[in-house]
């Protein structure tokens, strides 16, 4: 069963105060009239009843900061919520129980889990985190700070499982590569687990991300390969693009009137000069095409 949480206002502090004090002042004055005059027995009972009666009521002064809520409970039954700063003055009998309402940050530790592809990595994250609720906080859960705590590594492993580490393909999310959208599943699946805490995920990102140290060479090597073929094939691409229109071109304009297999050997060599890793060393043709 969910706990809803009811906020209540208690008297001032500064209000009750000046009453307590008066009677305070009026039960010295009735001391020394029982000390002065004398009093039978039942008049002194009472007049221990009345002082003990105003050193219970004493107690039920407290302040607050700003941020800081506090929850009544009376005999084990949930009363309400304070969340006003300032001096206040409550039934003595409350249990009072303060709950920061305060930003924090948890800073889990590096786990090494199974990305999307089975590789393993090391990853970890930064939250940031607030209660929202004080009657989940405190009647929902069992310590909710230890609570927030196991959920955040529950869903960081689930988050690991979704996504690759990286990747080379165009529109695929990646952890590497995609940090604002992993950093919004990960808030949106944290605020899943932890909203019936009645807490509240500001934030959440990742702090730390790469491949396990049994992989980390192997893997530094398979991106290297794949930067490289990602860039040749760009180069090819636009090779043949330049290609394509160099010759158009020449059509166009009529410059150079060239059969299929003069047309093979220009393409082949512009193909050369476009995607070779090192510059081109030109030969000067001073003599016919057909030489």
């Known amino acids: 069963m969910v706990t809803r949480e009811k906020e209540i206002r208690p008297l001032s502090g500064w209000l009750m ?107 970890a994250s930064v939250i940031v985190w607030r209660v929202t609720d004080t009657a989940q906080a405190v009647f929902d859960v069992d310590e909710f700070t230890h609570y927030v705590t196991v959920q955040s590594e529950s869903a960081i492993r689930h988050l690991a499982s979704e996504y690759p580490y990286d990747t080379t393909e165009d529109g695929q999310l990646s952890l590497r590569g995609s940090m604002d959208e992993v950093s919004g599943s990960l808030t949106r699946q944290l605020q899943e687990r932890v909203g019936l805490a009645g807490v509240k995920i500001d934030e959440a990102r990742l702090s730390h991300l790469a491949y396990a140290p049994e992989i980390a060479s192997a893997m530094l090597q398979r991106q290297q390969a794949e930067a490289i073929v990602s860039a040749r094939t760009r180069i090819v691409d636009g090779a043949v693009g330049m290609v394509e229109m160099a010759l158009e071109r020449l059509d166009q304009h009529r410059m150079i009137n060239m059969d299929d297999e003069k047309r093979a050997a220009m393409v082949s060599n512009l193909l050369v000069v476009l995607c070779g890793d090192r510059a081109a060393q030109p030969v000067v043709n001073t003599g016919t095409l057909y030489n």
């Not at 305070?24 to 009345?50: D, K, Q, Y």
């Not at 309402?101 to 786990?111: P, S, Y």
């Open 17 to 123: 105060l000046p009453v307590l004090l008066g009677a305070g002042v009026a039960l010295g004055l009735w001391f020394r009239e029982i000390v002065t005059t004398g009093a039978t027995p039942t008049f002194i009972l009472t007049w221990s009843l009345a002082v003990t009666g105003w050193t219970v009521l004493m107690t039920g002064f407290f302040t607050l900061q700003p941020n800081v809520a506090v929850v009544m409970v009376l005999f084990g039954k949930y009363a309400g919520s304070v969340k006003t700063s300032g001096f206040h003055w409550a039934n003595p009998f409350f249990k009072k129980e303060k709950v920061s309402l305060r930003l924090r940050n948890l800073n889990t530790e590096k786990i090494k889990v199974n990305d999307a592809r089975g590789n393993p990595i090391e990853i």
